[in-house]
């Protein structure tokens, strides 16, 4: 029996310090329906703050990813870390929407770089058959992030001003990059903790799999810029991302729409729904990895959130049954994240990966720039947020179509070709 020590060590550090980082992301959601006191804000403002966000956040994701290739992940995350904890201080000092509009410009570029080093050192630690679970469980930090932070934001909403929320939820990445620093290692022959039989099982597995790969994923860096299959996951990525941002961030104010509550019921009914998403992304992943089938872990739970999308929003339901709706869109969304990042290191060498998974998040989130931004101008223009609700569910289902109709139905043991006594632990 292998030991896995690398679940207990490597994944928990990871989730902490992402969940962080997706507080000071998506915290502004929860408080932007209170900051009009000191300087009002349009829908399609409210929008921008938080969609700009992406803007920033496409910048560095290839120069990062690379870096961590190349470079080392684990230092690469932590300048990362340390540069967007001051930009969220930030966030709480602006003194009108110029500047706030800057401060999360500058939060999303110094978060954009954290993912695809993560996903690099990830692939370093856990071979193809563990790949969707281990993407799933660090992925975790999404949906555990809304259900802790939300109702976190909305007590603090409650007990303080808006600025003091943004300043003190800024300071703990300053805290956790201690922690980052002493406890990850980029690579098992790095890690103190590790032991020989772990270590010699993941280096063989790891470099059994990249022999075992056609010669055409070891292409050139330039060579990424033009495969079908990286531009296809940018197209998918794209159009999930905007219905999933545009969904996720403006969920807190549907909430207070339905309950009228006081900031801290707003984030705790906002983070009903990621409970299930978490279980949501878990199972998903793990029938990934059990079947190798990528395509159907993807396409399946984005058609279960269109359906939900478009029930919550063309009918009028009681409040209880609109956030059952919410919380099947929430689970749709969010399982496909395992399976779909374990797709580029399938398909691609370790040599070119990192671009390929960069340009893949760089230019697939600015679905995130699109999706509340889109959300926040229908709004304004037809005074509800239904049609803008109703384009998101057609932006899913070009995510859902790219993604069935793109993606070749093969096997983990198909496209790479790794002894059977190597492939499970």
Same mark, same amino acid.
């Given at each position: 029996?292998?030991?896995?020590?690398?679940?207990?060590?490597?994944?928990?550090?990871?989730?902490?310090?992402?969940? @962080?980082?997706? !507080?000071?992301?998506?915290?502004? %959601? *929860?408080?932007?329906?209170?900051?009009?006191? $000191?300087? /009002?804000?349009? #829908?399609?403002?409210?929008?921008?703050?938080?969609?700009?966000?992406?803007?920033?956040?496409?910048?560095?994701?290839?120069?990062?990813?690379?870096?961590?290739?190349?470079?080392?992940?684990?230092?690469?995350?932590?300048?990362?870390?340390?540069?967007?904890?001051?930009?969220?201080?930030?966030?709480?000092?602006?003194?009108?929407?110029?500047?706030?509009?800057?401060?999360?410009?500058?939060?999303?570029?110094?978060?954009?770089?954290?993912?695809?080093?993560?996903?690099?050192?990830?692939?370093?630690?856990?071979?193809?058959?563990?790949?969707?679970?281990?993407?799933?469980?660090?992925?975790?930090?999404?949906?555990?992030?809304?259900?802790?932070?939300?109702?976190?934001?909305?007590?603090?909403?409650?007990?303080?001003?808006?600025?003091?929320?943004?300043? @003190?939820?800024? !300071?703990?990445?300053?805290?956790? %990059? *201690?922690?980052?620093?002493?406890?990850?290692? $980029?690579? /098992?022959?790095? #890690?103190?903790?590790?032991?020989?039989?772990?270590?010699?099982?993941?280096?063989?597995?790891?470099?059994?799999?990249?022999?075992?790969?056609?010669?055409?994923?070891?292409?050139?860096?330039?060579?990424?810029?033009?495969?079908?299959?990286?531009?296809?996951?940018?197209?998918?990525?794209?159009?999930?991302?905007?219905?999933?941002?545009?969904?996720?961030?403006?969920?807190?104010?549907?909430?207070?729409?339905?309950?009228?509550?006081?900031?801290?019921?707003?984030?705790?009914?906002?983070?009903?729904?990621?409970?299930?998403?978490?279980?949501?992304?878990?199972?998903?992943?793990?029938?990934?990895?059990?079947?190798?089938?990528?395509?159907?872990?993807?396409?399946?739970?984005?058609?279960?959130?269109?359906?939900?999308?478009?029930?919550?929003?063309?009918?009028?339901?009681?409040?209880?049954?609109?956030?059952?709706?919410?919380?099947?869109?929430?689970?749709?969304?969010?399982? /496909?994240?395992?399976?779909?990042?374990?797709?580029?290191?399938?398909?691609?060498?370790?040599?070119?990966?990192?671009?390929?998974?960069?340009?893949?998040?760089?230019?697939?989130?600015?679905?995130?720039?699109?999706?509340?931004?889109?959300?926040?101008?229908?709004?304004?223009?037809?005074?509800?947020?239904?049609?803008?609700?109703?384009?998101?569910?057609?932006?899913?289902?070009?995510?859902?179509?790219?993604?069935?109709?793109?993606?070749?139905?093969?096997?983990?043991?198909?496209?790479?070709?790794?002894?059977?006594?190597?492939?499970?632990?």
């Amino acid at each position: 029996m292998i030991p896995r020590k690398r679940w207990a060590y490597v994944i928990p550090v990871a989730v902490v310090m992402y969940m @962080l980082a997706y !507080l000071d992301r998506t915290n502004v %959601a *929860v408080i932007l329906p209170y900051i009009g006191e $000191d300087f /009002p804000l349009s #829908a399609s403002a409210k929008g921008l703050a938080s969609g700009i966000f992406f803007v920033g956040y496409l910048v560095l994701q290839i120069p990062a990813a690379v870096l961590a290739a190349k470079w080392s992940a684990r230092k690469t995350v932590l300048i990362l870390m340390i540069a967007w904890a001051i930009a969220a201080v930030l966030c709480g000092l602006v003194q009108n929407e110029t500047q706030l509009h800057l401060a999360r410009l500058l939060l999303g570029l110094f978060e954009g770089g954290v993912w695809p080093a993560v996903l690099i050192l990830l692939a370093s630690w856990f071979p193809q058959a563990e790949r969707a679970r281990a993407n799933a469980l660090w992925m975790t930090c999404l949906p555990i992030s809304a259900i802790l932070m939300s109702p976190l934001s909305g007590f603090m909403l409650d007990h303080m001003s808006w600025r003091w929320v943004f300043v @003190l939820q800024g !300071l703990p990445p300053l805290v956790w %990059a *201690v922690v980052w620093w002493f406890a990850v290692a $980029d690579r /098992p022959a790095r #890690a103190r903790w590790i032991s020989p039989a772990e270590r010699e099982y993941l280096e063989t597995t790891l470099q059994a799999e990249e022999d075992a790969k056609p010669a055409f994923a070891k292409q050139r860096y330039r060579d990424v810029l033009a495969n079908r299959q990286v531009l296809l996951l940018v197209g998918v990525y794209f159009f999930w991302i905007t219905g999933f941002y545009g969904f996720s961030l403006w969920l807190p104010s549907v909430v207070k729409t339905m309950t009228g509550g006081s900031a801290t019921a707003v984030g705790f009914l906002s983070a009903v729904p990621y409970v299930l998403a978490l279980a949501g992304m878990v199972a998903c992943a793990h029938w990934s990895d059990r079947t190798g089938n990528r395509r159907l872990a993807v396409t399946v739970p984005l058609l279960v959130a269109i359906a939900g999308l478009l029930l919550g929003n063309l009918v009028h339901w009681p409040a209880a049954v609109q956030l059952v709706l919410l919380c099947v869109v929430a689970t749709g969304v969010y399982m /496909p994240y395992g399976p779909f990042w374990a797709i580029p290191s399938r398909v691609l060498g370790i040599e070119v990966v990192a671009v390929a998974m960069g340009l893949i998040n760089a230019l697939g989130n600015l679905g995130g720039f699109a999706g509340p931004y889109l959300v926040g101008w229908l709004t304004d223009v037809t005074g509800s947020a239904t049609t803008g609700f109703v384009v998101l569910a057609a932006f899913l289902a070009v995510a859902a179509g790219l993604a069935f109709f793109g993606l070749k139905p093969v096997t983990v043991e198909e496209s790479v070709h790794v002894p059977a006594a190597t492939r499970h632990p």
